[in-house]
């Protein structure tokens, strides 16, 4: 009978290497694994935390644009040089009062405007046949450089305020829409003060 035969002692080291390299081998795509699982673990939290803080960022701008600041448009030249048509307005919602002069934004007949508070509650309003404004029996000093007249407006004059009431006047009062034609503002109406104005020429 013929002698079992043996591999060579340089074979078996061969062939233990190989085993080694396999297992070598074997470990490292293991570890790439994991780690490319790990990586694509990583991009899905940093996406989640991205929208996340997307998410807060929309939600806080809408809650300062919806209860603190608004935006509006001008429409028109009732308020030059104020304000210009195609103007962006920035109004301020959370004004405790009003005074005489500030420019606001309030709601008339479903239409946003933005006119300048001229009388409070209380006051009482007239126009005399120069175009004068008179409020409780003073003509007024304004800085505006056109006549205030009541000649085809809606409101019959004098007028008399009463305590949640303002009277507002476009700037270019012989082109805007104001208190002559609707009546008094209520304090309900107002949108806000104007605060800052972006001029459509600069957008």
């Known amino acids: 009978m013929a002698e079992g035969r043996t591999l060579p002692t340089n074979n078996k080291e061969n062939t233990r290497k190989m085993n080694a390299k396999q297992k070598l081998d074997y470990k490292k795509r293991v570890v790439q694994i994991i780690q490319n699982r790990r990586q694509k673990l990583e ?12 998410a807060m960022i929309a939600l806080c701008a809408y809650l300062v644009l919806s209860y603190l600041f608004g935006i509006g448009i001008v429409s028109g030249e009732g308020m030059y040089p104020r304000l210009r048509d195609g103007d962006v ?47 409780n029996g003073n003509i007024q000093q304004e800085e505006v450089f056109f006549a205030t007249s009541a000649e085809g407006r809606a409101t019959i004059f004098p007028v008399t305020l009463s305590s949640n009431e303002v009277f507002v006047l476009g700037d270019n009062r012989e082109h805007s829409m104001d208190s002559r034609d609707f009546g008094p503002v209520t304090t309900e109406e107002i949108e806000g003060k104007v605060i800052s104005v972006l001029r459509n020429r600069g957008l």
């Open 89 to 135: 307005v920035i109004f301020y919602r959370l004004e405790a009062e009003q005074n005489i002069n500030d420019v606001i934004a309030f709601a008339k007949n479903g239409k946003q405007l933005y006119g300048r508070i001229v009388a409070m509650g209380g006051d009482a309003v007239d126009l005399n046949e120069d175009g004068q404004l008179i409020v």
């Open 43 to 54: 991009v899905r939290r940093s996406a989640w935390a991205l929208v996340g803080k997307t």
